[in-house]
C-alpha cells in the first residue's frame, strides 16, 4: 500500500472527504514535490498539487498521479483554487493542518466554501504518523546525509586551531558537505567555542579559537530532503581536568542512552537512565536528548522526561545529551540512530573519544 493509499484510510476512518495539507514537509512526503510554495488536496476522486506558474514544470515531472493546479488561473487565490477542487470532487468534509493553516487562508476558506456547505474540519498529525518510521527509500536518504556529514568534518579537522574564527570554520564545513554532494544543509550549523559552548543553540561569530577551547560543532547534511544530525566536541591544547571530567560524563551517558534504544522502548527511558550517570551536574544536564529527524529536523518521537511514544523500527532519532556550564563551557555529542526490529544502528560514524587538537 503506497503513501496515498494509507493516507485515503485514514481519511476514510475519520469520516473525512479529503484534506488540504499545508506544511511544506507534509507536501513533499505525500506527492513527491521537491520544492517550496506547493499545497495539495488529496481525497478518492483525484490528487492535486497546487502551486503557482514559477513551479508549474517542476511538479508535473516530479509529482506522477497528480493533476498539477496553477493557482495563479484562480485570480491568484490559493482558497478559490480550493473551492474548484472541492465542487470538483464532489467534497462535503475537508481536513485541514490546524497547525500548518494560517488564519487568513482559513477566513477565506472557511467563507468560500461555507457558501456551498462544506465543512472545514481541523486535523492534527495525520500525515506525521504516517511519516513515523521510515521506508527503505528514507533511510537509504539518511544513510547518505550521515556519510557526507562524516566525511565533511573529517576534512574540517586540520583547520581547527587557535586563531581561526567560528565563522571560518563553519564556512569551510558547509562547503565540504556540498562538495560531498549534500543537496542543502540540514539546518544551520552550530559551531561555537569557549565558554560560548554552555548555549545549546549558539551561533558562529567572528571569535578566534583559542588554546584551551572547548569547539562544539552541531551539523547536518541534506540529501533529497533527508537530513542527517550529528554533534562532536573538541578541545585545542591540553585539556583541563575538568574538561576530561565533563567530556567523559557526557560521553558515558551518551553511550547509557545509546543502549536504551531500540524497539519497544518508551520515550522516556533513555533519559531516566542517564540522569543516573550525571550526578552533581544534573543542573547543567539538559532533559531534551533526542528527537526524530527525517523530511523536518525535529519530529516525532521526542526522548526526554516529556516523550510520549515508544520507538519502533524504522525510527530515525538523535541521541545528544549535553552538560552545560553557563559561564564556563559545555559539551554535547550526537549521532543519528536507526532503530531496527532487534535494536539500533548508529548512521553517524565520526569518533567520540575526546580528540585534542594542537
Known sequence: MNKVEKLLDILKAQKLDGIYITKESNVKYTTGYPDELAYAVICP?????????????????????????????????????IENICSKAGIKRLGFEECFTTYDKYADLEKRLGAYGIELVPTQNIIEELRYAKSEEEVANTRIACEIADKALEELIPYIKPGVTERELCARLE?????????????????????????????????????????????????????????RTFVVGEPSQKQLEVYNLVKEGQET?????????????????IRKKVGSYEE???????????????????????????????????????????????????????????????????????????
Not at 490528487?47 to 497528480?66: H, K, M, N
Not at 551561533?203 to 541534506?222: N, R, Y
Not at 543502549?259 to 518508551?266: A, D, W
Request: proline share 5%; glycine share 12%.
Open 257 to 273: 542512552g545509546l543502549e536504551y534504544m531500540g524497539p519497544g522502548i518508551h520515550a522516556t527511558k533513555p533519559d531516566a537512565e
Open 45 to 81: 476522486q483525484g490528487q492535486y498539487v497546487i502551486t503557482d506558474s514559477r513551479f508549474t514544470e517542476l511538479a508535473e515531472s516530479s509529482c506522477p498521479g497528480f493533476e498539477i493546479v496553477n493557482w495563479h488561473l484562480f485570480d491568484r487565490s490559493i482558497p478559490k483554487a
Open 284 to 358: 547543567y544536564y539538559y532533559a531534551g536528548i533526542g528527537h526524530g529527524v527525517g523530511l523536518d529536523l525535529h519530529e516525532e518521537p521526542f526522548l526526554g522526561n516529556y516523550g510520549t511514544k515508544t520507538m519502533v523500527p524504522g525510527c530515525v532519532i538523535t541521541m545528544e545529551p549535553g552538560i552545560y556550564i553557563p559561564g564556563w563551557g559545555g559539551v554535547r555529542i550526537e549521532d543519528t540512530v536507526l532503530i531496527t526490529e532487534n535494536g539500533k544502528e548508529v548512521l553517524t560514524h565520526f569518533p567520540k573519544e575526546l580528540m585534542i587538537l594542537k
Open 175 to 231: 562547503f565540504s558537505m556540498k562538495m560531498h554532494g549534500a543537496h542543502d544543509l540540514g539546518f544551520e550549523t552550530i559551531l561555537i567555542s569557549g565558554a560560548k559552548t554552555s548555549l545549546l543553540h549558539g551561533k558562529p561569530s567572528d571569535k578566534k579559537i583559542e588554546e584551551g577551547d572547548f569547539v562544539l560543532i552541531d551539523f547536518g547534511a541534506k540529501y533529497n530532503g533527508y537530513i542527517s544530525d550529528m554533534t
